[in-house]
């Protein structure tokens, strides 16, 4: 089973969108939530669902690379497969 990463940075209508589709017919695993910031309400739903989350805010880094090669870091220790945008800013 491959192993995603959904990218996402509000409401989370997407993210739920792609988790409903997962439950009806399990095609992935969804592995990571990559929150753009705090509060927003994609932690939630991956908390209600046992979905793994970070939060990288471009803010807390000295430059984009930075963050970027962070996150990548991320993805590679979880053995993450394939990276969704799903309204990611």
């Known amino acids: 089973m491959k192993k995603i990463a959904v990218f996402a940075s509000g409401s989370g209508s997407d993210f739920q969108s792609i988790i409903d589709a997962n439950e009806r017919g399990q095609f992935c695993e969804i592995a990571l939530l990559v929150a753009s910031k705090e509060g927003i309400f994609e932690i939630e739903r991956a908390k209600k669902h046992g979905i793994a989350y970070i939060v990288r805010n471009k803010n807390d880094f000295a430059t984009p690379e930075e963050m970027f090669e962070n996150i990548i870091a991320e993805l590679r220790a979880r053995g993450i497969d394939y990276v ?4 990611y800013l």
């Not at 969704?84 to 309204?87: M, P």
Request: charge should be neutral.
């Open 84 to 87: 969704v945008l799903a309204g």
